[in-house]
């Protein structure tokens, strides 16, 4: 990519501007705004193939950028009128451009203080990560593992036994977090917590035991509780600003955070006071109950919308269902897991709590985004909105249903009369031979029925949920074209998406809308905020198994480059 200030480059550029246009790729058309409409231009970036994303799908060759937003969008030699003396003007030389990534359900980029297992491919990987940190454990100390790691991962596609991991780490408490629904833990940390085979079962949780009648180590969401964690270190601007690097690397450029506190929410603010934001973050409180929500968020002063492009209260999050072996079904189980057929998943709440939780956050004003992940849950959801909505409108006010990896054709008109959205993620991508191992191949194979969910009319928003998948918005792309996963084939090739553009906009201009901010972000228009992201090749012509290999060369959030590859 060339940079260089306008001068004798730009009467160049004008004098060959007819030879390096690329006939009909003009985004604007007669109505657009004259070049040098309120003045020169901050920057143009030129000789690119830029994907608007607009309500045409329009592709052009230009843009300019004055005040961190979009001025105008059309040919090079178009844009090129708006280069001043001191206009910067970058030479794209034939690289695509796109807007700014955005992820719908993102709780962290990944990594942490713990014992890091997200590469580890066998089993044999995984005790030797915890056998290393055994050994430079202090005593009495709690040994944690990081949350990004799933045992899809693995060749051996099995998790890890208490004896198992006591083997690794004799007399040492060992707690492998994974994703946000489960802990294993080793024989000495299920002796710390007293978790015994009579341990009773918390509503909303479980303790597994194998064939034997032996606790298996795993505790699933109510469960949890049972062995508190250790203190995480705060959470400071120096982490947040580190995982921003991460999140532009990616191209991330704006980010839907699915349930925190209000003290993470001040901190997000500190952030973008301090001027070193360079990611625009989307907020959802996750109060524990109705009362929580009453003390904690409204009596706080805090407002539904609150807030500006680089940090804006969305709503509230409710969760009502498990996860991978605890999503709530109208069918049991299959397998061990299944129990001999009586076993159906977790309802973490029950519905008349849940009715009279989502009804008071109605009555505030508020919205909600309720993760469901299996069907019988997503119909505890419906039930909970449609008496909500009986005592207030919602439609047309954003109100969510997130995941909702397994519904039913009955469900859709429901969905539809309630203008409800739908935040998917590439779960599958990682962890499809686990799920076909619970849930058999039929309901694995619909896993995010994504493809039906586009040809309902839904308003679709896609992400990854990381750190339970990884943060890599591209991989997530790819599932979503072809349905592939990382080590067990494609799963439900109807389901697959094979428009690019459509798969596009699930992670740009759907992500603006699922935020109500489409009029400022997600697509490159003039007037809109100036997020994008300079790719490693043409998402639009590579061969689909290449999607997963894209790379961000450059990302911009508001004109300024925020990260660059240091091999471009």
Request: contains cysteine; glycine residues 10%.
């Amino acid at each position: 990519m060339g940079v260089r200030r306008s001068g004798a480059w730009v009467r160049a550029m004008g004098a060959v501007g007819a030879a390096v246009l690329l006939a009909g790729c003009a985004a604007r058309g007669p109505a657009g705004p004259e070049p040098l409409q309120g003045g020169v231009a901050d920057a143009v970036f030129v000789n690119g193939k830029v994907v608007t994303v607009d309500g045409k799908s329009s592709i052009a060759q230009a843009f300019a950028v004055r005040g961190g937003k979009f001025v105008d969008v059309g040919t090079s030699q178009r844009i090129m009128a708006y280069a001043g003396p001191a206009t910067q003007v970058v030479d794209l030389q034939g690289r695509t451009v796109i807007p700014g990534l955005a992820d719908s359900h993102l709780h962290a980029v990944g990594g942490g203080p713990g014992i890091d297992l997200s590469a580890t491919r066998s089993l044999a990987d995984l005790f030797a990560k915890v056998r290393e940190a055994a050994k430079n454990a202090s005593p009495g100390q709690v040994l944690v593992s990081n949350s990004d790691w799933h045992e899809a991962q693995l060749k051996e596609q099995r998790l890890p036994t208490a004896a198992e991991l006591e083997a690794a780490a004799p007399g040492v408490p060992v707690i492998l977090v994974r994703g946000g629904h489960s802990y294993f833990l080793n024989e000495t940390a299920l002796a710390k917590y007293g978790i015994t085979p009579a341990t009773p079962v918390p509503a909303g949780g479980s303790i597994p035991r194998d064939a034997a009648g032996r606790l298996t180590g795993e505790l699933t969401d109510a469960a949890k509780r049972l062995a508190p964690l250790p203190p995480r270190p705060p959470m400071t601007q120096a982490v947040l600003e580190a995982q921003q690097r991460k999140l532009n690397e990616y191209g991330l450029t704006s980010i839907r955070i699915p349930g925190t506190t209000v003290e993470a929410y001040r901190q997000f603010q500190q952030l973008r006071d301090s001027g070193k934001a360079t990611v625009r973050y989307s907020i959802l409180f996750r109060p524990k109950d109705l009362a929580d929500f009453r003390s904690s968020i409204v009596q706080a002063g805090i407002e539904q919308g609150e807030g500006d492009e680089w940090v804006k209260v969305w709503g509230i999050k409710i969760s009502v269902d498990g996860g991978f072996e605890g999503g709530y079904m109208t069918r049991p189980y299959e397998g061990e897991i299944g129990k001999g057929g009586t076993y159906y998943g977790l309802q973490l709440i029950p519905q008349a709590t849940f009715d009279e939780y989502v009804a008071g956050i109605n009555q505030a004003g508020w919205r909600t985004a309720v993760h469901a992940v299996g069907d019988a849950a997503v119909d505890q959801v419906l039930a909970g909105f449609e008496r909500a909505h009986a005592e207030r409108n919602i439609t047309g006010r954003g109100w969510t249903i997130e995941h909702a990896f397994i519904t039913r054709p009955d469900q859709y008109p429901r969905i539809r009369a309630l203008n409800l959205r739908m935040s998917v993620q590439d779960h599958l991508y990682l962890a499809a031979p686990v799920l076909k191992r619970y849930w058999g191949m039929d309901r694995a194979s619909q896993v995010t029925p994504l493809k039906a969910y586009l040809d309902q009319g839904f308003m679709v928003a896609g992400g990854t949920d990381s750190p339970v998948i990884p943060v890599n918005p591209f991989w997530a792309m790819y599932h979503f074209l072809t349905r592939d996963t990382i080590s067990d084939g494609i799963y439900g090739a109807d389901q697959a998406v094979s428009s690019r553009d459509a798969v596009l906009r699930l992670m740009t201009i759907n992500n603006a809308r699922l935020t109500d901010e489409e009029a400022i972000k997600g697509s490159i228009e003039p007037g809109k905020l100036a997020d994008f992201v300079v790719l490693s090749a043409d998402y639009l012509t590579i061969p689909a198994a290449e999607v997963q290999h894209l790379k961000a060369l450059a990302t911009y959030v508001g004109g300024r480059q925020v990260y660059r590859a240091s091999a471009f």
